[in-house]
C-alpha cells in the first residue's frame, strides 16, 4: 500500500537508527532533520538496506517548516503516521540556566511536537487511521537534577500525548509514547564530562520498540513502553 511515515531527528543517533531499522517498512520513509547532507548519508544507508525513503530539511523551531513536512508527506503519498524523535538538552541547575535557554527547550522539545502533532491529526482524524509514536525520555516519568527544562519538557511530552490518545481512540488513532532510559548518541559529545557509554542503551535498541510498535496490526496499540539498561540509569 502506498503510504509515508515521517521520522524526525533523522540525521543521527536515534532517528537514524529508527530510519534503517524500518527499511523494509512498505511505504515511503520521509526523513527529516536540519541537516541536509547527514540527512542523504542516512537516505543512502536506507536505500542500500532495501528501503524506501526521501529527505524534507526541516527545523523544528520554525512552525512553517513544520507545516511543509507534513505537506511534503501528504502530497508524496497518503500520511500514515509520525516517528517524533527531534530534540535536545542542555543541563543546567535552575538556578543557573539562563531562562532564554530554558525556554528554548521547552520551544524544541514540546511545542515543536504540538505543532507536529497539530498538522498531522489534520490529515489522520478525517480518514480515522494513523499513528503516532513520539520518542520520549526516562526524564518524562522522573525528575533528574541539572534538568528542569528538559524534565519539564518531557513531563509536557507525556501529558500531550496522553491527551491526543485519548482524543484519537474514537476516530483508530494509534499514539505510543517510547521512554528510553541514557542512550549512546552523539549529543552525549557535547555534555559537559564523560559519560558511561557502557552503561547506556544503543540507539538501536530504541529503534527496535519503535519497529515492534508498528508491527502490531488492526486494533492493536502498544501505549506506552519504558526500554532501560538492564542495570538501570547511571
Known amino acids: 500500500m502506498e503510504r509515508t511515515l515521517i521520522i524526525t531527528g533523522a540525521s543521527s543517533g536515534i532517528g537514524r537508527a529508527v530510519a534503517l531499522a524500518l527499511a523494509g517498512w512498505d511505504g515511503l520513509l520521509l526523513l527529516s532533520g536540519r541537516s541536509g547532507e547527514r540527512l542523504g548519508e ?12 526521501a529527505v524534507q530539511v526541516c527545523d523544528l523551531r ?7 513536512l507534513i505537506k511534503t508527506a501528504e502530497a508524496r503519498a497518503p ?28 520551544e524544541l522539545n514540546l511545542v515543536a511536537a504540538y505543532h507536529l502533532t497539530h498538522h498531522a491529526l489534520k490529515i489522520m482524524l478525517p480518514r480515522q487511521r494513523g499513528h503516532i509514536i513520539y520518542i520520549n525520555s526516562v526524564a518524562g516519568r522522573q525528575p533528574f537534577p541539572a534538568s528542569s527544562a528538559y524534565v ?4 509536557g511530552l507525556r501529558g500531550l500525548a496522553d491527551a491526543v490518545r485519548e482524543e484519537g481512540r474514537p476516530k483508530g488513532i494509534k499514539v505510543t509514547t517510547i521512554y528510553p532510559g541514557a542512550t549512546d548518541t552523539p549529543w552525549w559529545n557535547h555534555q559537559p564530562g564523560k559519560a558511561p557509554a557502557e552503561r547506556m542503551l544503543s540507539a538501536d535498541h530504541v529503534a527496535q520498540t519503535v519497529a515492534f ?5 488492526g486494533p492493536a496499540v502498544v501505549e506506552e513502553l519504558v526500554v532501560r539498561h538492564v542495570r538501570g540509569d547511571f
Do not use: N, R, Y
Request: aromatic fraction near 4%; glycine fraction near 12%.
Open 152 to 155: 519539564a519538557a518531557k513531563h
Open 42 to 53: 542516512t537516505l543512502a544507508a536506507l536505500e542500500a538496506a532495501g528501503g524506501h525513503g
Open 213 to 217: 510498535a508498528l508491527s502490531l496490526s
Open 62 to 68: 520554525e512552525s512553517g517548516d513544520i507545516e511543509t
Open 79 to 106: 500520511l500514515h503516521g509520525l516517528v517524533h524523535c527531534g530534540g535536545a538538552a542542555e543541563f543546567a541547575p535552575a538556578d543557573e540556566q539562563p531562562p532564554e535557554t530554558w525556554a528554548a527547550q521547552i
